[in-house]
């Protein structure tokens, strides 16, 4: 269980992470590598350094030739389900369809960190629920009013909001 | 590292309600049929 201090922590991160999304449509850096990179260490420290391999492959396949990299990401992916604990099966496939959508252009590559980190961080496929719905909506609105691109971060800050609210 | 590199924080309108619906259907057919789906998972990479 995560303490309510850390949750607080994260959200003000999000928030940040927001400001910047909406300023001027990127995320630097800080924002997201640090915490994704501080998410790793801690989750090899806890023992699931399974999915921390996972991360670290998905990493390095995104610096592999376009015919290689989803052949290594799928490979490492079923070869570390067969090593990992059951409950962790929903998270695994989770990140691999993050990576997935990042690697077919559809999502920013600082959402995909983002929401890597969140995912590591809870360890609950429940998460990402939320966190589609408020995008959705917020896709439903942006399309109605014939705007092309909306900010991914105000669905993931609302939606992780409403995730610590409801759990 | 391209993937930590790429600092771009945004989705075209469509992307999101595709994502939307995806997860959710994703979601409830993994509430159905979830000890089935995790079971043929394990089997595929345990063949592998």
């Known amino acids: 269980m995560i303490p309510l201090w850390m949750d607080i922590l994260i959200l003000i991160w999000l928030g940040a992470c927001l400001i910047h999304d909406v300023k001027s449509r990127t995320v630097p850096m800080l924002l997201t590598v640090i915490p994704l990179i501080g998410v790793l260490i801690w989750r090899g420290v806890t023992g699931d350094w399974l999915l921390v391999l996972l991360v670290v492959v998905l990493i390095l396949a995104s610096d592999l030739p376009k015919n290689w990299r989803v052949g290594l990401a799928a490979l490492g992916g079923l070869i570390l389900l067969s090593f990992v604990d059951r409950r962790l099966i929903p998270i695994v496939l989770a990140i691999l369809g993050i990576w997935a959508t990042w690697e077919i252009g559809a999502m920013g590559g600082a959402d995909a960190k983002i929401l890597i980190a969140l995912s590591l961080i809870y360890l609950d496929i429940r998460l990402l629920i939320p966190i589609s719905i408020m995008g959705g909506v917020h896709g439903l609105i942006a399309f109605w009013k014939k705007e092309k691109k909306i900010p991914y971060t105000l669905a993931i800050t609302a939606g992780t909001a409403m995730f610590l609210l409801t759990r | ?48």
């Open chain 2, 1 to 48: 590292m391209n993937f930590l590199t790429d600092n771009h924080a945004i989705e075209s309108t469509e992307v999101a309600l595709i994502i939307a619906v995806v997860v959710l259907v994703a979601y409830g057919a993994y509430q159905i049929l979830g000890s089935n789906i995790a079971a043929a998972v394990m089997d595929i990479a345990g063949k592998i």
